[in-house]
Structures are given as C-alpha cells and as structure tokens.
C-alpha cells in the first residue's frame, strides 16, 4: 500500500485519513521507531475540528507499540518540527486542503521522513502488525512547545535585517494555527502588527485554507487600503507563506524564494554556498544566486530534505532550501517554516533601504505560466518517455537535463519543465519566457501528442 504522498498522507477523514488508518500508522510508526530503540514522539495537531479524535487514534497506536508519547496539543507544523528534535513527531494537519480533509506527516529530528523511512511504515502497515505485549506499552505526558518555538524563531530572525520599529504588517493566519504564532513573533521583533482570521477555526470561515490571490482578497484589499509595509498569508498549518506587497499585489512565490536565497548566500561565509530547490522554481534564483557567488542544486518536489542531505555528504553547504511557497532555513532547523519566513522576511525588509521593492528590484521577473494537461494515470510513464525525446526535438537550442521531468533551459535564461503530477492525473507544464504564451503553447502541443499516443 502505497500511503505517502509528496506531502506526507492527506485526505478525506470520512473516505481515506479515517481514526482506524490513524491508529495503524501510529502503530507501525511506533513498531519501526521501536526496532531503532528510538520510540519517543511528540505529537501535535493543527486546528481542523477532526484533528482531536486522529490524534488520539494516532497515539494509541503509538503506545500500542510500545513507543513514549508527549502530546503537544494544537500548534503549528513547524513548531511540532522544533520539538521533534532528538526524537521523532507526528502532526495531524491537511495543510492548506479543504476543512473535511486531515493528513499525518513524520518527523524524526526536526526532518520529515525521507522515502525509505515512509516505505518501512508502509510495510508495517500493509503487515496489520499486534500491538507489543501489554506490559510493553508506552507511556504519555502533556508538553508545551509552543512558547520555546517562538522565542526561538524571535532570536534567530535577530541574527538578519534590521529592527522591526516602525515596520507595519497586516498578517492573515486564515484561521489556522499561523495564528498562534506569527502576529506574537513579529510583534515580539517591534513591528506593529494588524490580524486578519487571527483566531483558529478548524471550519476555515474567513477565507480557504489555501492563500491564493483570489483567496487573499481581503488582505490584499486591506493592505493596498492602509498604511503598511507589507501583507503576509499562512496556509492552515503554517508551513506556507505568502507576501503580499504595499499596494496589494501577491508578490510571485519565485522572487520571493529569490530574496531569501539572495539574503543567505550574499551573508555566507562558505566557499561554497548552496541553495537547493526544485524543478519548477524560476530561473530568477539561478541567476541571482550565481551573481552572489552560489550554487543552485534542484531535487524533486517534496523532497528538500533529501537534497539538503545530499549536497552535504557531498561536503557543501546549504544556506537555503525551498520549493515555492515553502522554505527551509538549514541554519534554524531542518524543517519547512512560515513562521520563521515572515520573522525573516520582515527583519529584511526593514534592513532594505527601500523597504520590500528593494529587495525585490534586483531580482529579473520573466512572465511566468502553469498549466496542467489530462493524463491517465496510468499513461504518465509511456508519456514521458516519449516527451524525453520530442521535446528536445522540438526546442534544440535548449540544455535537457530529465532527472525531475523534461527541464529546458534557453540561452535568454528562459526556460520549460515537463513534469507528471505526483498526486492527479495531470502532466504539468511550467515555463518562464519573455514569450512565454508561445513557449507554452508549443510544449501544451507536444504533450497532448505524446497523451494521444500512449
């Protein structure tokens, strides 16, 4: 059975993330960690209204196995990543999905699990494996991490930028656990801070989970309307984060992705500073990181912590990692973080002579498309194989690499990646060009090609 997504499990709770899947995993979770006498886990919870019954489903599997459990109550997934640390973790949360949707992702250390350690919970569950003897079981006690994972985003944002004094940020948590979090770090850091869906409501009333610019309506209407400095959206579980500029524009997730890595590698002190990300990130990170003196290295989606893993056993050193909308900072914690983001990108900002444009004015901002076309399942591979040869054909000016899809990349610094979507039945198309409708519209042509003929 195949559970792991590139985002842990997600689902339905009624259909596919059910209490009796909750268990089993927990159970299997315990029963691996158990074989690596390393059985103790913290678990958390965003705010779904599901979230309290899976829990507990989760960590009677976990005792049932033997493991320790410290029951961490309603945070962010960053914050139960914080915890993890020197043991393993559990988060209950569905992310940006829809409210009847909730999910499991596991850490161990402050990192998700890669694929070999999701594989091993797989088999323990496909295996339906008894609980430990009954005087084996595990244990649970109540802990609070949240108030430590604050002042600890708080310190380490202080190492960047300048002083928040002054700075005004509206925050939009949409009703998730961003809200337990980011309006008190930032004002923890000076800045004057207004809440939008600052409390937690598992129904997501205020706006969808997921921060879009058609979902971020209100904050963006409401920053372009006052006096701030810069907006900033969280998704339900506040590993996303989403800026938002001074006139209410969504700034795009690759210049922001930019900024960071711009920060991190023009501050680094290595020989050899590395950003990693992904295939379909912009070309715009490349250029600026190459101009500070870096590297950019690409992995797969969902797999930063492989590719943080990667380049240091090859002895590089990480300075930033993210995929759009998400980012990790190595030097705070190995872990995906929209809390430390908007703590990190405000301290920036206020550092910036003019502000957030500053830090976006040397980033080059190419027009930018994705688009999705249908594809079976169960076509993708015949597909791509025939996409690896076509597209070349197609555009033989461009360098091909094929290890995450078909990327291309033309001489301007435009480039095209073809990739199969790892979660619908979708082959999606990224491209950034100065002519970017025709680029797309030439590779939209040649994908519908090789789907016609699989």
């Given amino acids: 059975m195949e559970l792991f997504g590139t985002a842990g499990i997600r689902g339905d709770t009624t259909e596919r993330v059910t209490p009796e899947l909750a268990l089993a995993v927990g159970r299997a979770a315990g029963l691996v960690a158990g074989e690596a006498e390393d059985a103790e886990f913290v678990v958390g919870r965003d705010g779904r209204t599901t979230g309290e019954a899976l829990a507990s489903a989760v960590e009677a599997g976990l005792l049932s196995a033997g493991a320790t459990v410290r029951r961490g109550g309603v945070l962010p997934t960053p914050a139960l ?61 109540a802990v609070t991490p949240l108030s430590r994972y604050r002042r600890a985003v708080v310190s380490y944002a202080r190492e960047l930028g300048a002083d928040l004094d002054g700075l005004s940020v509206a925050v939009d948590c949409g009703n998730g656990v961003g809200a337990l979090a980011t309006p008190e770090v930032l004002r923890e850091l000076g800045a004057h801070v207004v809440g939008l869906n600052d409390n937690v409501d598992g129904h997501f009333p205020g706006r969808e989970s997921k921060p879009t ?70 070309g ?81 901002e190419r027009p930018y498309r994705k688009l999705s076309v249908p594809c079976p399942d169960g076509s ?24 995450h899809g078909v990327r291309l990349e033309f001489p301007d610094a435009s480039w095209l990646l073809v990739r199969p979507s790892g979660t619908e039945p979708y082959v999606r198309i990224y491209a950034e060009s100065d002519d970017v409708d025709a680029l797309v519209e030439m590779a939209r042509a040649a994908v519908e090609d090789a789907v016609a003929d699989s």
Avoid at 82 to 100: D, E, I, Q, Y
């Fill in 380 to 403: 993708k591979r015949a597909v791509m194989a025939t996409l690896e040869a076509s597209l070349p054909e197609t555009f033989p000016e461009s360098a091909v690499d094929t290890e």
């Fill in 81 to 141: 990543a914080f915890a993890s640390r020197g043991r393993r973790g559990v988060m209950l949360t569905a992310s940006h999905n829809p409210p009847a949707d909730n999910g499991l992702k596991l850490f161990v250390d402050g990192v998700e699990y890669d694929r070999g350690q999701e594989q091993a919970v797989e088999r323990r569950v496909d295996d339906d494996a008894p609980p430990v003897p009954w005087d084996r079981w595990g244990t649970t006690e």
């Fill in 213 to 282: 610019p058609g979902s971020l309506t209100d904050l963006r209407a409401f920053v372009s309307d006052g006096d701030f400095d810069l907006g900033l959206a969280h998704d339900g579980d506040a590993d996303r984060l989403v800026v938002v500029d001074s006139d209410g524009g969504v700034v795009h997730e690759d210049t922001v992705l930019a900024m960071y890595a711009s920060a991190y590698v023009g501050a680094s002190s290595a020989a050899d500073p590395v950003v990693v990300t992904t295939p379909n990130a912009s």
């Fill in 284 to 364: 715009r990170i490349d250029e600026r990181v190459t101009a500070l003196g870096g590297r950019v290295e690409r992995v797969r989606l969902g797999a930063l912590h492989e590719g943080i893993a990667a380049v240091r056993n090859d002895g590089g050193d990480v300075v930033f990692a993210a995929e759009p909308w998400k980012h990790i900072h190595p030097s705070f914690g190995g872990w995906i973080d929209g809390v430390c983001s908007a703590a990190v990108l405000a301290r920036l900002v206020a550092g910036a002579d003019t502000g957030l444009d500053g830090l976006r004015d040397p980033i080059t």
